[in-house]
């Protein structure tokens, strides 16, 4: 099925009633900012404030199992888990915990699981109750869409891929580059579009056609709408009942990875990389300059997906 869409196909549908979206923290602007905001918490009682005063508990000590790779994800959401508790924990960080069926079936300590498309490690399990827990970084609630997260919210779950697995969207880290807010939805036949903007520093990674991954989902761009900082995707039937996306209302923010072989494309430019190309001393170089920067981003597609399943 060929898709054709236009820089106005897709029109913003106001909702009828705006309800409050649910924020269990309150992000931090900058490091130093020092906001006083006391969480319920999932274990014992805390009198600890966020991002204030440093733990005097210490932590449990756990056995983890050490990983033999490196996190790498495809973004083939896996299944929905369910919030079950969320807060802060004795040992003074911040928990989630997640009931699901599928990840948790050969859950181990320290493993890596992607919720919403950020990758957490599993500090504790219960396979009876279908329950895991994992650990969120006051960084990670700054830069990700996790704190609009409550009692009974969905999310979307996948357990890091091993070396023998399949890759069936693209490569993806866990490591949100940053959020995007919901602007337009329209429904057209069994399909979802959505209309999401997100800052420009982001958009810059984001091509029509390309890979980017929206809350941990593994979708292509269709088109980029650079004057709105905005651009646009497409769910089929099937993924619309696979992933959270399209229960999320107009105002709401979505997770964003942008393709991490744009930034290595970006860090070759900035590093002068072309230019010694130029100057080298090889034949028929300066003629051959796309070649060459061809073959490198070709080795960085290999490369990078063995670094970061192999590392």
Not at 18 to 24: C, E, N, V, Y
Request: glycine letters at 8%.
């Amino acid at each position: 099925m060929v898709l054709s869409t236009s820089l106005h196909s897709l029109c913003i549908i106001p909702h009828t009633s705006q309800s409050k979206i649910p924020s269990i923290f309150n992000l931090l602007k900058s490091p130093l900012a020092k906001p006083h905001l006391k969480i319920n918490p999932i274990f014992k009682p805390s009198s600890l404030s966020l991002f204030t005063q440093p733990s005097k508990l210490r932590p449990k000590t756990q056995n983890f199992r050490t990983p033999t790779i490196r996190s790498l994800f495809t973004g083939i959401v896996e299944e929905m888990g369910e919030i079950k508790q969320l807060g802060m924990a004795d040992h003074g960080g911040f928990d989630l915990k997640i009931h699901a069926k599928t990840v948790i079936e050969d859950v181990h300590l320290g493993d890596s699981i992607a919720v919403n498309g950020t990758c957490l490690t599993v500090t504790d399990f219960d396979t009876h109750l279908g329950e895991f827990t994992v650990g969120l970084a006051p960084e990670t609630l700054r830069k990700t869409s996790l704190s609009e997260l409550e009692p009974g919210s969905l999310v979307n779950l996948e357990r890091a891929i091993p070396p023998t697995g399949r890759m069936g969207g693209h490569f993806v880290q866990g490591h949100v580059d940053g959020t995007a807010e919901i602007v337009g939805k329209q429904v057209e036949g069994d399909s979802l579009w959505i209309k999401v903007k997100t800052d420009k520093n982001l958009l810059k990674y984001v091509v029509p056609k390309g890979f980017i991954a929206i809350d941990g989902t593994s979708l292509t761009v269709v088109d980029v709408f650079e004057e709105e900082l905005c651009f646009n995707f497409m769910l089929v039937a099937y993924t619309r009942q696979k992933v959270v996306i399209p229960l999320k209302e107009i105002g709401q923010k979505v997770n964003l990875e942008v393709d991490i072989l744009g930034k290595y494309v970006e860090r070759l430019l900035s590093s002068g990389f072309v230019d010694s190309i130029k100057g080298s001393r090889f034949p028929e170089t300066h003629n051959k300059v796309s070649s060459c920067f061809t073959y490198v981003v070709f080795t960085l597609v290999v490369e990078s997906g063995s670094y970061l399943q192999f590392a």
